[in-house]
């Protein structure tokens, strides 16, 4: 009785960003817990060798920077092959240079990608959502919603703020039947990482200063996702669950 709460069998879910890295590792976490798979980004070549490479999922094309490209696509998913009950916001990007140097147009596009994102998306699925009175959000945070390192403060904001919204969602969604929690990440080993993950001395540093001792693997994130796109999660409302091998409860 207790493992069929996390049974995700007969539910669609849709992750944004999803043809590599966390998005497409969360897609193939969901779909081995018997999801129904819906993986989005911009680049339909790059979608369609992932979901063959994930043994078969659906693609759905659209800049989730783009409120209405969003919003039509959702609805005409729905019209034409029913609900979508699970949505992960996973889409992001990150840009590096100090603060008095960042240039302006990055500031804007990592808002646009981080943030605009999780409204858009979030709001689309959750007009359709909140119609059935049932429906799980799920938003992809950071450590860095409420820690903070040189270089990237532009990406600390938006994820500040991706926990916050999260929390948000679930104060005006939660009576309407709907579960609104974010998963902040650790420092994992992805594209998005890539950098500091090839730099010795970054990741020596970052082996000292977690307490686990070592990046995170990107499987590690599967468990906390499934929990929270399941029955398991049924009383769980405008949570921030931190995968991070204890970085950010310790000094």
């Known amino acids: ?104 147009e990055m500031f804007h596009k990592i808002l646009e990608t981080n943030l605009t994102s999780v409204f858009n998306v979030s709001q689309a ?3 359709h959502m909140l119609k059935r009175q049932k429906g799980k959000i799920i938003n992809i945070a950071s450590v860095q919603s409420s820690l903070a390192r040189p270089n990237i403060t532009p990406y600390t904001a938006t994820k500040g703020a991706v926990a916050n919204i999260t929390k948000g969602m679930a104060t005006e969604w939660a009576r309407h039947g709907l579960q609104c929690n974010a998963v902040a990440p650790g420092y994992f080993d992805t594209p998005l990482n890539a950098a500091l993950v090839n730099d010795k001395e970054f990741s020596d540093w970052l082996s000292h200063r977690t307490p686990a001792g070592r990046w995170g693997k990107l499987e590690e994130l599967i468990g906390a996702s499934i929990f929270l796109a399941s029955d398991a999660s049924s009383f769980v409302n405008g949570h921030v669950l931190y995968v991070d091998g204890g970085i950010t409860v310790s000094l």
């Not at 693609?59 to 989730?64: E, G, H, R, Y």
């Not at 990007?93 to 240039?103: G, H, I, K, N």
């Open 125 to 127: 699925v959750a007009n």
């Open 1 to 104: 009785m207790s493992l069929s709460l996390f049974d995700l069998t007969g539910r669609t879910a849709l992750i944004t960003g999803s043809s590599q890295g966390i998005g497409y590792t969360l897609a193939k976490g969901l779909k081995e817990a018997g999801a129904k798979i819906i993986i989005n980004g911009r680049d339909e070549s790059k979608l369609s060798k992932a979901a063959e490479s994930l043994g078969g999922a659906e693609t759905i094309v659209f800049d989730v920077t783009d409120h209405q490209a969003v919003k039509e696509s959702v609805d005409q998913y729905e019209a034409q092959n029913g609900p979508i009950d699970i949505l992960i916001n996973n889409a992001g990007m990150q840009y590096r240079a100090p603060l008095e140097e960042f240039p302006a």
